[in-house]
Nanobody, 115 residues
Framework: QVQLVESGGGLVQPGGSLRLSCAVSGSTFSSYSMGWYRQAPGKEREWVASILSGGTTNYANSVKGRFTIARDNAKKTVYLQMNSLKPEDTAVYYC?????????WGQGTQVTVSS
C-alpha cells in the first residue's frame, strides 16, 4: 500500500515563499514520474508541476518561473519550492504520480496566501 504524506503548507503573505514536501512510502519511487497538484475551494483539482524519473521538469503556465519541483530518490521525497506566492495560489496541495494511473490521494497540505 503506497502512502503519500504532504507537509510544509501554511499561511504566507503575498510575495512570500514556502517549500512543500511529499514523502512516498511503499513504492519503487525512483521509477515513476511524480507531480504536484492543487485544489482551490470550489474548483477542480489541477496539475501544477511534474518531474520525470530522469529529472526533466514541467510546469503549468500559472506557476512557471515561480515554482520549482525536485526529487530525492534516496529519501523517496518530492519537493515543491514556491516563490513569489500570489493569493490565487491558495489551495490544498497534493502530490501523486504524474500519469493516468494514480496512487490513493494523501491528505494534502493547505497553502494560504493572504495579507
Amino acid at each position: 500500500q503506497v502512502q503519500l504524506v504532504e507537509s510544509g503548507g501554511g499561511l504566507v503573505q503575498p510575495g512570500g515563499s514556502l517549500r512543500l514536501s511529499c514523502a512516498v512510502s511503499g513504492s519503487t519511487f525512483s521509477s515513476y514520474s511524480m507531480g504536484w497538484y492543487r485544489q482551490a475551494p470550489g474548483k477542480e483539482r489541477e496539475w501544477v508541476a511534474s518531474i520525470l524519473s530522469g529529472g526533466t521538469t514541467n510546469y503549468a503556465n500559472s506557476v512557471k518561473g515561480r515554482f520549482t519541483i525536485a526529487r530525492d530518490n534516496a529519501k523517496k521525497t518530492v519537493y515543491l519550492q514556491m516563490n513569489s506566492l500570489k493569493p490565487e495560489d491558495t489551495a490544498v496541495y497534493y502530490c501523486n504520480r504524474a500519469s493516468t494511473e494514480k496512487y490513493d490521494w494523501g491528505q494534502g497540505t493547505q497553502v494560504t496566501v493572504s495579507s
